[in-house]
């Protein structure tokens, strides 16, 4: 029994190591024991014999370590004996506690510059207050092996202060778990280590958690609340538990600052769970089975230049929230599968892009760009499948890139074919079986000049336009496409301009529905637009004339408006433009052409027949 407040028991080593031998099973300390001091010439220990307590109102355990030796608070022979430290009770200071301990009470790194270290390869249990504060550095070093950790309970916490560090280096199989962590102001937990466990923790309100060098955590199946800031660093990692699943609650954000290295790990079972409310961003890789549910940026973390590339690789992803390139980032799917719930969306926003690498899918769920912003292909293995596409939103398959649609695409954008001078390559974009393009929005062939060199492709069966989907441009027509919208070709190329030319490869049937419309304008006798090409054209629906500059043809003049290898069926009207009235139009459909040929209107006794 240590009753005198304010007395002083010290165990200092000298010429040899100096030990204090606790062996009952109650330590009334109402005073201060000293373990070293700055001027112990050996290390100095309190060692425990059996299950202890250790109470009083107010009493303390100070460690104070030298710069070249120890102060200990440890078990004899390295035993689980227990120590309670009960909640009027504080061990304090820097030193090295290597005992299994219960702390009801506090433990407090209240050293500056020091370090108070767990190294115990028994479970520590924090059910009172574990702080470092003054420039103090509490650290977590109780070896990587092994069933045991630093478990926290009811109000069990953890505070780092202003200008203070927890290190996280090692706490066993079982990890940092439960309770509380929280650190304020300059104050920060550092992780150490590759791969230090840490689950069911509830990292608060503008706490801060780093990563030194390639250093990871391991979330195991019970989660970690984050409301504050889980910062990677160039290289660190956060992933699951080998084989297994997590998840992250909270209002807080992991961020990602580094490329391939700073990452969610997996590709070994991994899988995380993001919830409503908590956002991943940054630039860096996301390799583990990603849920997302809540916000996933590359948003370059805020800055305005740098690399801003956020890569979902490896495994497949599904999101059932927001994911978001903006402020120049990029979002990469790489070589794996995003399935979307119906309500879930990717959006790329000003001066930012969603792109698919190798061969990837985007299965349901909504794509959308706004500004600038961009989604393509940077491969010729893309697919997307029932997914639709926001009104606005801005699709491109460049040159020398292929995608492929499958299902019902509820286009409510623009879907455009760009060769933008890739030469002889094309761009593709290809139907997959009976596929649909829905809604109202346009598919526009931006072929740089006459040879077409972009192409729209139905394969394995027919590719439908529907009717609020308008085909524009110039480019090429493949396999079996079906339009039920409109179709106007235009010149895409600069000088840009109002006539252009689909072409219908050979072998392939371009099939206009009843309810079509097939939108032709002339410029001149020679200049006007056309269907062209070698394949099977099947008539049907409204022909509609256009005048470019108040042209009207003189009577006489013929146009060969559609040209094929087989052409079947008929218009069911022709609209003319104002300025040809008082004109009338003979229509032929040959078996290789459709020419339309301007003569008078017929008059029936006097008047115009209708």
Do not use: K
């Amino acid at each position: 029994q240590f009753n005198h407040p304010g007395a002083v028991i010290r165990v200092a080593g000298s010429s040899f190591r100096a030990e204090l031998n606790v062996y009952g099973t109650q330590m009334d300390n109402n005073a201060l024991i000293l373990i070293g001091g700055q001027d112990a010439l050996q290390d100095s220990s309190l060692i425990i014999h059996s299950h202890t307590n250790a109470n009083g109102a107010d009493g303390r355990i100070r460690l104070s370590a030298p710069p070249n030796h120890g102060a200990f608070l440890s078990p004899y022979s390295n035993l689980g004996w227990l120590l309670v430290n009960w909640p009027s009770h504080t061990i304090e200071g820097n030193g090295t506690i290597r005992v299994r301990l219960q702390n009801d009470g506090l433990v407090d790194a209240n050293v500056s510059g020091r370090t108070l270290t767990f190294e115990s390869p028994h479970n520590i249990d924090n059910n009172g207050l574990v702080r470092a504060r003054d420039g103090g550095t509490l650290v977590l070093s109780m070896g990587g092996n092994g069933n045991f950790g630093f478990r926290q309970f009811g109000s069990g916490r953890i505070e780092i202060e202003d200008g203070s560090g927890l290190a996280l280096i090692g706490a066993g199989n079982e990890g940092l778990r439960g309770g509380r962590l929280q650190t304020s102001g300059s104050g920060v937990a550092t992780v150490f280590s590759q791969g230090f466990p840490i689950e069911d923790v509830h990292l608060q309100g503008g706490s801060r958690l780093t990563f030194a060098g390639n250093a990871g955590i391991n979330i195991g199946p019970l989660g970690l609340q984050n409301d504050g800031l889980i910062h990677t660093g160039p290289s660190g990692f956060v992933t699951s538990r080998f084989g297994e699943s997590t998840t992250l609650t909270g209002t807080g954000r992991v961020q990602l600052e580094g490329g391939m290295l700073a990452a969610l790990f997996g590709g070994a079972g991994q899988a995380m769970v993001n919830t409503q409310g908590h956002t991943i961003g940054g630039f860096g890789t996301i390799a583990l089975a990603l849920t997302n549910q809540g916000q996933l940026l590359a948003d370059r973390n805020g800055l305005s230049s740098g690399p801003g590339q956020l890569t979902l690789r490896t495994s497949a992803q599904v999101n059932q929230g927001t994911m978001i390139a903006r402020n120049g980032g990029t979002i990469v799917l790489q070589g794996t599968t995003l399935t979307q719930d119906s309500l879930a969306v990717v959006r790329a926003e000003q001066d930012s892009a969603f792109v698919l690498e190798g061969i990837s899918t985007v299965i349901g769920g909504r794509l959308a760009t706004s500004g600038n912003g961009l989604i393509y292909p940077n491969t010729s293995n893309a697919r997307l499948e029932n997914v639709d596409l926001n009104q606005g939103a801005q699709l491109l398959v460049p040159c020398s890139r292929e995608l492929t649609l499958a299902g019902t695409i509820d286009n409510f954008g623009t879907i455009t074919l760009d060769n933008a001078g890739c030469g002889p390559n094309f761009a593709v974009l290809r139907g997959s079986g009976a596929t649909a393009l829905a809604q109202s929005g346009e598919v526009r062939l931006r072929s740089d000049g006459p040879s077409g060199n972009v192409t729209l492709e139905g394969s394995g069966g027919q590719l439908i336009l529907g009717s609020g989907q308008v085909l524009t441009g110039t480019g090429r027509i493949s396999g079996s496409v079906r339009i039920d919208g409109a179709i106007a070709p235009d010149q895409p190329w600069a000088p840009s301009g109002p006539i252009g030319t689909l072409t219908v490869n050979t072998g392939s049937t371009l099939t206009l529905g009843a309810i079509s419309e097939t939108v032709l304008e002339f410029a001149g006798p020679s200049s006007f637009d056309r269907i062209a090409g070698s394949g099977s054209i099947q008539l049907d629906g409204r022909l509609v004339i256009g005048a470019v500059g108040g042209y009207v043809p003189p009577l006489g003049t013929s146009f060969d408006l559609i040209t094929g290898s087989a052409i079947s069926g008929r218009f069911r009207s022709v609209i003319f433009p104002p300025e040809f009235a008082g004109l009338d139009a003979e229509i032929e459909v040959l078996t290789d052409r459709v020419r339309l040929t301007i003569v008078a209107p017929l008059l029936v006794d006097g008047f115009e027949a209708p």
